[in-house]
């Protein structure tokens, strides 16, 4: 009887370990779904609507001499802009207006230089783009003629 017991428990041994041996191989867990994008665009801000004569520029305004005249204009103002800033180089804008001189639509700029008295005023051509002239205004008052004795 030893003998078959051991037997018995022999085969059981290696029939247990035979078959934890071919059993099939666990599935891979699937792996987490992505998650998901996010939108493309945030939401539309409604902005306070800007004055009739007054057009934003990036955080700065032009002023228009007569309403219609940004309209007209085939030349944007920022491009207008670095047309002027091309004519005083290391200056900076203290104002932009697009008005009408004579027959054409003209963008002016005021360009404030540090280190120099006054500023300069350039105009830009609001249809072709090309630099009008350029003129240095200096901050002085107009001195009074001197009076005859």
């Given at each position: 009887?030893?003998?078959?017991?051991?037997?018995?428990?022999?085969?059981?041994?290696?029939?247990?370990?035979?078959?934890?041996?071919?059993?099939?191989?666990?599935?891979?867990?699937?792996?987490?779904?992505?998650?998901?994008?996010?939108?493309?665009?945030?939401?539309?801000?409604?902005?306070?609507?800007?004055?009739?004569?007054?057009?934003?520029?990036?955080?700065?305004?032009?002023?228009?001499?007569?309403?219609?005249?940004?309209?007209?204009?085939?030349?944007?103002?920022e491009?207008?802009?670095?047309?002027?800033?091309?004519?005083?180089p290391?200056g900076?804008?203290?104002s932009?207006?697009?008005?009408k001189?004579?027959?054409s639509?003209?963008?002016?700029?005021?360009?404030?230089?540090?280190?120099?008295?006054?500023?300069?005023?350039?105009?830009?051509?609001?249809?072709?783009?090309?630099?009008?002239?350029?003129?240095?205004?200096?901050?002085?008052?107009?001195?009074?003629?001197?009076?005859?004795?």
């Amino acid at each position: 009887m030893k003998k078959t017991s051991f037997l018995i428990l022999a085969l059981a041994v290696v029939g247990g370990s035979a078959s934890a041996q071919n059993q099939p191989a666990k599935p891979a867990p699937k792996p987490a779904p992505a998650p998901a994008p996010a939108p493309a665009t945030a939401p539309a801000v409604k902005q306070a609507p800007k004055p009739a004569n007054q057009v934003a520029m990036n955080t700065h305004k032009v002023k228009e001499g007569s309403p219609g005249l940004l309209k007209q204009a085939k030349i944007t103002p920022e491009a207008a802009e670095q047309t002027a800033m091309g004519a005083v180089p290391g200056g900076t804008v203290s104002s932009r207006m697009i008005m009408k001189e004579k027959t054409s639509v003209m963008y002016v700029f005021n360009i404030r230089t540090s280190g120099k008295e006054g500023y300069d005023r350039v105009t830009v051509d609001a249809m072709s783009g090309a630099l009008g002239s350029t003129t240095h205004h200096s901050g002085s008052a107009k001195k009074e003629p001197a009076k005859k004795p």
